[in-house]
């Protein structure tokens, strides 16, 4: 059984799907408005209580990583790059390339392109951080407005790097 909830959030309305034991999906707003619900999937705020928790977090920019367990459907090249993403850190980025040489296929960058682009849980797993080789904002699923804004607000929140001083 699926279920399914949804939050406000500054970007527009998220769409949270569980399996009852991970989330499966978080959909962006499509035109501002909600996504739609899988057909197969029925409301609970219960069940989707600690994602939503977490999201309302770090949309106020107290929470810097998620703890949630996750249960993507891929295969097994978008599995990896998904993974891939999971350790870029908060309010910084990478490219298509460092991502491709980052899962050991260096020429694999359409590829991980398309992962990118296949990835059901955005925000969560950060496909937002990835950018161009030249540091352009390229594709993205909830469009180029949503993902400048994810980037400044983690810009914003970003911890400051600590400077060791020395005497």
Known sequence: MRYYDSIATPIGPLLLVSDGEGLVELG???RG????PPADAQPSTAKLRTAARQLH???????????????????AFQLEVW????TIPYGETASYKDIAQRIRRPRAVRAVGAANGANPLAIIVPCHRVIGSHGDLVGYGGGLPIKRWLLAHERRFAPV?????TA
């Open 28 to 30: 962006l707003p499509e």
């Open 33 to 36: 408005k909600l996504a739609k």
């Open 57 to 75: 977090e770090y949309f106020a920019g107290t929470r810097l990583q998620f703890d949630l367990p996750l249960h993507p459907s891929g295969t």
């Open 83 to 86: 993974g891939a993403l999971l």
């Open 161 to 165: 790097p600590k400077l060791a001083l």
